[in-house]
């Protein structure tokens, strides 16, 4: 299943990783783990914040996802489902 997560990272933890130079190594560790379509970065609400759409082959993943996050970052963690085009033009012509 395609999943989008949204990760708002802590402004103290991260500025604290930023400093210490483990931004980077944080972030391919997560991404490598996630292996995702795609991953975008900006700030929303005044907070940094990543966006990953990736697959998701089982629920059993998510606390290997979500946890570097949460822990390293000190982030809020949001997973939601989502389709891309193909993915909804499957579902429409499902609908009868």
Request: charge should be negative; glycine fraction near 8%.
């Amino acid at each position: 299943m395609r999943v989008l997560l949204k990760a708002s990272l802590n402004t103290e933890k991260a500025n604290d990783v930023i400093r210490s130079g483990k931004m980077p190594q944080l972030m391919q560790e997560a991404l490598g783990n996630i292996k995702p379509e795609a991953a975008y970065f900006t700030v929303d609400h005044g907070v940094r914040t990543a966006y990953v759409f990736f697959d998701m082959q089982d629920s059993s993943q998510m606390p290997s996802i979500g946890e570097p996050f949460f822990m390293d970052l000190g982030a809020e963690v949001d997973m939601t489902p989502v389709m891309n085009a193909d993915d909804l033009q499957k579902g429409l012509s499902e609908l009868g």
